[in-house]
C-alpha cells in the first residue's frame, strides 16, 4: 500500500503561481511514476503531468506545457508541481497519484494507469 497526500492548493489570482507537494508513503520503493490530475467541478478527471521516479522522464499536458514543472525529490519521496502563470480554467482539485510498475509514457499520460491516489488539494483562481 501507497498513501499520498497532497498539500500546497489555494486560492489565487490569474497570473499567480503555487506549488503543489505530493508525499509519499508505505511501500515507495516500487514506485515507477508519479503523477498529477485535476478534475473539475462536473468534469471528467484530466491528466496535468507525470514523472518517471528513476529515469526523471517528464510528461506534460499541453494545456499546462511551458507553465507547470513537476519535479521529484527522492529523499522524501516527494513530487512537487509548480504551477505558473496560472489561469481561471485551472481552478479544479488536483490529485496525485502513483504508478507502481513500468509503463510507457503514453499510457501515463491515463488515469486508469495508475495504482494509488491521493485525497486532492483545491485550487482556485479567480480573474
Known amino acids: 500500500q501507497v498513501q499520498l497526500v497532497e498539500s500546497g492548493g489555494g486560492l489565487v489570482q490569474a497570473g499567480d503561481s503555487l506549488k503543489l507537494s505530493c508525499t509519499a508513503s508505505g511501500r515507495t520503493s516500487t514506485t515507477y511514476a508519479v503523477g498529477w490530475f485535476r478534475q473539475a467541478p462536473e468534469k471528467a478527471r484530466e491528466f496535468v503531468a507525470t514523472?518517471?521516479?528513476?529515469?526523471?522522464?517528464?510528461y506534460y499536458a499541453d494545456s499546462v506545457k511551458d507553465r507547470f514543472t513537476i519535479s521529484r525529490r527522492n529523499a522524501k519521496s516527494t513530487v512537487y508541481l509548480q504551477m505558473n502563470s496560472l489561469k481561471p480554467e485551472d481552478t479544479a482539485v488536483y490529485f496525485c497519484?502513483?504508478?507502481?510498475?513500468?509503463?510507457?509514457?503514453?499510457?501515463?499520460?491515463?488515469?486508469?494507469?495508475?495504482?494509488?491516489w491521493g485525497q486532492g488539494t483545491q485550487v482556485t483562481v479567480s480573474s
Open positions: 514523472i518517471a521516479w528513476g529515469s526523471g522522464d517528464r
Open positions: 497519484a502513483v504508478r507502481q510498475r513500468y509503463e510507457s509514457g503514453a499510457v501515463l499520460m491515463r488515469k486508469e494507469a495508475y495504482d494509488y
